[in-house]
């Protein structure tokens, strides 16, 4: 890909900056991580760009939000390193990760639908430990107690060993925790739903979450397509 990458009009760290709302130290500090091409130089030692450095910049800008930050910066990186497969392998892992996501939505969504009516505190079935608890749901037993730290499940105790001993509630609360955990949700966000999944009788609370997970999901996906059409329009700059 041979390209005289100084060519063209002459622009300013500062035209780059205003025009997407950046200081012009973070327009250098894109130049010196490799995000944009070197930079020229006039007689007097000044950085000049191009409108290629512009297009480098609006393709940067336009994968963050799909991709994050780390990506979209290794992204840059490998196409100004002439380095095209790397770029489109990260791409490739990043799109793969959204459909993991979908997936786990997928799960999450008939995992709750089989929850069925939540019973009340110290009915149900029958009780268990910590240790088999975790080992169904596929988590350590340190997570469980940290779940009842945050006040998201509530086991009782065995008052003659002191064992955690979860009843039927209390290892449903457990599984709407580990489900909502697996979409992105911090506790903070997931004790106030489980309560209102107890207050309910039902999952149902939680068709809103499920539905801000969806939008997440969506918003991240049309901004993967933004973002490839920027890092097309760049490629083709640089020819």
Known sequence: MGRNLQTGERLRPVDLARGHGLSTQAVRNYEESGILPAAGRTPHGYRTYTPLHAGALRAFLALVPGHGHRTAASVMRAVNEDAAEEAFRLLDESHAE???????????????????????????????????????????????????RAGLVSPRRDPRTGYRVYDETAAQDARLAHQLRRGGYPLERIAPLIAQVRAAGGPEPLEAALRDWHGRLATRGRAMLAGAAELEAYLRLRG
């Open 98 to 148: 959204l459909l993991d996501d979908r997936r786990t939505l997928h799960a999450v969504e008939n995992a709750l639908r089989d929850l069925g009516p939540v019973p009340p505190p110290g009915t149900g079935p029958g009780t268990t430990f910590i240790g088999p608890l975790a080992g169904r749901l596929g988590i350590r037993p340190a997570t469980l107690r940290k779940w009842e």
